[in-house]
């Protein structure tokens, strides 16, 4: 089996890597290629990720290149881990919207959308290149914002599913406070990529005993301070809301909070910078410590699972995914992606039916699917016009003077990665 990591320069990748060499049964790897146009960082990540396979005992190869077409030859999936910019361009969109009292963030809001303009035509081009050379790999795309991307993959008609380690991190925390084993809990996980709540937490399955109301009876507090809201919160709302809730459900503390301290994308610049050096070291032959603190718990299990269920025979394995909505979401398009559990085989993903949302939830929901939307055209179309729209219809957002100032700031920032300003 083949796998190809576009963005295998980043420093995410030796956690990749050691979960492939770690359930090297789940996953039989023949060959790693890792993509990225950065040389310099592509050889010390590369090298690193062979002396992770050896010390660990993988028969696999790992080879570093910076010719995708050669690279997805024979490939059977492809997996996006892409930031158009750096984290230059992610400072960024944490920073400028705080000028306006909005939320600076890189996966929402117009930080989002801003990430979501600079990406989708480069994932796009990417993912095209792959099905002109090789039309039967899957593309696993781990590229924030996940949904808008997904999409995006989706409506050119691309063998694509999208992927999150939020739900995963959840399934193993939640695992942890009821001691029972990850792979006993069910998630009834429901929503969008980063707006997305826990219905239900079952044993064994989604027929399963719910222990949800044990889990918040007796460890609320733990999950409370895990997503930085109330315990009263939560024990009034009676589910668990992804800590991207947050943004939302307590947003001018938020604002506060985020003007206040250096943003994520200078804390994360400075670890990467630590995190290479450590990389180049020829005697360092596993994940060092350090980059638990980078993000992605559980990324490399997650990927694993899904690209395991694509290209293997597992009748039908049930993972949070992103996927096309196809009535899961009956108030929403069919053609919109929403993360929820999906039964995944070598045909793609198929959602598992969900419960009827709380209108509390649904008009979340609905109001971020249709930002997504108006996202999606402004990055495939442009213009000044589409951000104004896309956002002005963000729940984050929404009043016109906010969205022109915005707007306005948005393309200052980002004129060197969006063709058509």
């Excluded at 960024?92 to 930080?111: I, N, S």
């Excluded at 610049?269 to 603190?293: H, N």
């Excluded at 179309?381 to 969205?403: E, K, M, N, S, T």
């Amino acid at each position: 089996m083949k796998l190809v990591v576009v963005g295998g320069g980043s420093t995410y990748t030796p956690e990749l890597v050691d979960g492939f060499a770690r359930l090297r049964d789940t996953l039989p790897l023949g060959e790693l290629v890792l993509v990225d146009p950065a040389a310099d960082r592509l050889e010390l990540v590369g090298g690193l990720a062979r002396r992770i396979f050896a010390r660990q005992g993988h028969p696999g190869t790992v080879t570093t290149t910076g010719d995708l077409v050669a690279a997805v030859e024979g490939a059977d999936a492809v997996l996006l881990q892409l930031r158009v910019g750096g984290q230059a361009a992610r400072r960024q969109d944490e920073t400028w919207p705080l000028e306006c009292g909005c939320v600076g963030q890189e996966t929402t809001g117009a930080g989002g959308l801003a990430k979501a303009l600079r990406t989708v035509p480069v994932v796009l081009d990417i993912a095209d290149r792959v099905r002109r050379t090789n039309p039967d790999a899957w593309i696993i795309d781990f590229t924030n914002p996940v949904g808008i991307v997904t999409r995006a993959l989706l409506q050119a008609g691309h063998k694509a599913v999208g992927l999150c380690n939020v739900a995963i991190g959840l399934q193993r925390k939640f695992a942890a406070l009821l001691d029972v084993a990850p792979g006993d809990v069910h998630l009834e996980h429901a929503g969008l990529n980063h707006l997305t709540w826990e219905l239900g937490v079952r044993l064994g399955g989604p027929d399963g005993a719910d222990l949800l109301p044990k889990l918040l009876a007796e460890h609320g507090d733990a999950v409370a301070d895990d997503l930085r809201l109330p315990r009263g919160l939560l024990d009034r709302l009676g589910v668990v809301p992804s800590y991207y809730l947050r943004y939302f459900y307590a947003h001018d503390e938020v604002v506060d909070e985020l003007r206040r301290k250096p943003s994520r994308a200078a804390e994360v610049a400075a670890m990467e910078r630590r995190l290479l050096e450590l990389y180049g070291d020829p005697a360092l032959d596993e994940k060092p410590a350090l980059l638990a603190e980078r993000g992605g718990a559980f990324y490399s299990e997650a990927a694993v699972d899904l690209a395991a269920s694509l290209l293997g025979d597992r009748g039908g394995a049930v993972q949070v995914v992103n996927t096309r909505n196809d009535g899961t979401l009956p108030f929403l398009p069919d053609d919109a992606v929403v993360e929820v559990q999906a039964q995944v085989d070598r045909t793609g993903a198929r959602p598992l039916p969900v419960r009827e949302l709380d209108p509390l939830y649904a008009g979340l929901v609905a109001q971020v699917t249709a930002y997504e939307e108006l996202a999606l055209e402004a990055a495939l179309r442009g213009g000044r016009d589409r951000v104004f729209r896309a956002l002005l219809a963000h729940p984050l957002i929404g009043q016109y003077a906010y969205a022109d100032t915005l707007t306005d700031r948005l393309l200052a920032h980002n004129r060197e990665h969006l063709a058509w300003a």
